[in-house]
């Protein structure tokens, strides 16, 4: 069945909808948002049904559908039907010349329902002929992703401005290059308000954009490359450079636009492919470059990823950026470990510290961990120490001398949320010994509190 997709102007027009079943409740959401004047027969309604039709004022009545129903439609949706019924139905509707909608039955329909895909006034539709109908849906979904969610904002903005920007760029290939590259950068994420994405459309007007690209900060989240944002995603299928760290596994980088310039500024202990200054630096100059520039990171940019510091440099450069959260690393970890960071019974508060050990008067071999050990050691709260391994002889001595109970429980987790995850359960009098027997290497989390106890390994730990 040959089918040609079209737009139905519904403001004002009347939909005939019969039936009051599950199959109507499917059609009745989309009539009563595309705007249609719905009335509704049918012998029975379920709930739902009802509660839609009175919360949008529309017109209903519990009784069989009639012939002289039929008369008034401008669309009819058969729902809920017997095949008699409906092939009745489809016959009278075609001689009104009324296209109809028949529930289930594509053979008796001059209309179908697409898979639809809306953001305001922005729509995409998926169709099949009625012949796979949860395909077009799957379809839907996966579209869906790609779509930000201010896509409609978009296209307001762009209709409201349309006579300025039409002014400054001349018909054909120049108005399409614009649009594409605002449209580049949107795919990134728009701003959540109306007027928001208009000044964000405004900034990116012919006469006003510079030549410069753009830098997005993506949090990769703790290593599952599953737990990548759709966001972040985006950012990765568009990015010209991908400027990442140490801790983002390779599986996320595969998952990056295959032609794209990786640059790797990894950092480990006592070794930096890259100082600081010189990261932020190269981002400025491939920005300026005109490429629009992914920093990937591990976990979230701004807990304990130098994402502040790189976002004042390329401010101060007047370089555009953003920024895509990512899941931390103590909450992916922690919850692949089945620990709990917060819990009524242990814990109403969580703390994330970094445990890099601090030089004293320059001297590497003579370093502390300056921290509040007596705060950290408050009863009913969870502590989170991100890098830190190398100092856990001295977390262990502050918080003894804070005053935490050595039978604290502890856990370390090494590559969490990874293929190769280990897990290593303790207390903070043991946990030393512990580590000797089976060591672990970085990156690897340490969590310390009563919520350790949650872990379904805990009562085993010794086994």
Known sequence: MKSLPLFFVSQGRRALLIGG????????????????????????????????????GAHYEIR???????????????????????????QLASLRHIPINVVDRPSL???????????????????????????????????????P???GELAEALAQSKDRWQAALPKGAPRRDWLRSVWQEAK???????????????????????????????????????????????????????????LVSPAILAMARADAER???????????????????????????????????GGDPFIFGRGGEEVEELLAAGISCQVIPGITSASGCSA????????????????????????INGNPQDSELNLPWTSLARPQQTVVFYMGLTALGAIVA??????????????????????????????????????QRQPLASPTLIIVGTVVTCAPQWETRKG
């Open 336 to 359: 692949y470990c089945g620990i709990p960071l917060t819990h009524r019974d242990h814990a109403q508060s969580v703390t994330f510290i970094t445990g890099h050990l601090q030089n």
């Open 398 to 435: 502050g918080l003894l001398s804070g005053g935490m109970s050595q039978d604290t429980p502890v856990a370390l987790i090494q590559q969490g949320t990874c293929p190769e995850q280990q897990l290593l359960l303790s207390t903070l009098a043991e946990v030393e010994a512990d580590l």
């Open 188 to 246: 990134l994420g728009l701003p959540l308000q109306p007027q928001a994405v208009a000044d964000w459309l405004q900034q990116r007007f012919p006469a006003e954009r510079t030549q410069n690209g753009m830098v997005v900060l993506v949090g990769a989240g703790p290593g599952d490359p599953d737990l990548l944002t759709l966001k972040a995603l985006r950012a990765l299928q568009h990015a010209d450079v991908i400027i990442y760290d140490r």
């Open 109 to 147: 329909c001059s209309v179908t329902f697409p898979a639809r895909i809306q953001r305001g006034d922005v729509q995409l539709a998926v169709g099949t002929a009625g012949k796979a109908t949860l395909l077009a849906t799957i379809l839907r979904e996966e579209i869906e992703q790609l779509l």
């Open 263 to 297: 640059i790797y500024v990894g950092k480990n202990k006592g070794l930096h492919s890259l100082p600081q200054d010189q990261i932020n630096t190269l981002l400025v100059e491939q920005a300026q470059a005109g490429k629009l520039v992914v920093r990937l990171k």
């Open 149 to 151: 969610a201010g896509l």
């Open 64 to 90: 069989h559908w009639q012939e002289v129903d039929l008369d008034q439609a401008d669309l009819i949706i058969a729902a809920d039907v017997s095949q008699q019924e409906a092939e009745l139905l489809a």
């Open 21 to 56: 079943g599950m199959q109507a409740e499917a059609k009745l959401r989309p009539l009563l948002e595309a705007g249609f004047e719905v009335h509704l027969v049918a012998d029975v309604l379920v709930p739902n049904v009802e509660r839609a039709l009175t919360d949008a």
